[in-house]
Nanobody, 116 residues
Framework: QVQLVESGGGLVQPGGTLILSCVAS????????MAWYRQAPGKQRELVAR???????NYLDSVKGRFTISRDNAKNTVYLHLGSLKPEDTAVYYC??????????WGEGTQVTVSS
């Protein structure tokens, strides 16, 4: 079973940028899709961005134009570039890998805090 390790979170001021990385212990090229979710305190986990094996991407409406998901299959790594950050983007961000059979793997998450 592939394992996922996120990094890159931290404290950033409103309007700032961060780049999150998710490194997989195995190949991600065979995954149906790779995705980033987030969960803020007291709220449900929500899908932020998803990238399919063919390169198609989906985004949460509130992050469109600000966040960009990308993947490097050679490095088994998925990235999330977070731009024009807002306080409401504060959450724990989780990496997710979905297999064709529907099986999900999750990372442990990385905290993103947007505050002045």
């Amino acid at each position: 079973q592939v394992q996922l390790v996120e990094s890159g979170g931290g404290l950033v001021q409103p309007g700032g940028t961060l780049i999150l990385s998710c490194v997989a212990s195995g190949s991600i090229s065979s995954m149906y899709y790779m995705a980033w979710y987030r969960q803020a305190p007291g709220k449900q986990r929500e899908l932020v961005a998803r990238i399919y094996s063919g390169g198609l991407t989906n985004y949460l409406d509130s992050v469109k134009g600000r966040f960009t998901i990308s993947r490097d299959n050679a490095k088994n790594t998925v990235y999330l570039h977070l731009g024009s950050l807002k306080p409401e983007d504060t959450a724990v961000y989780y990496c997710n890998a979905r297999r064709l059979n529907g099986f999900d793997t999750w990372g442990e998450g990385t905290q993103v805090t947007v505050s002045s």
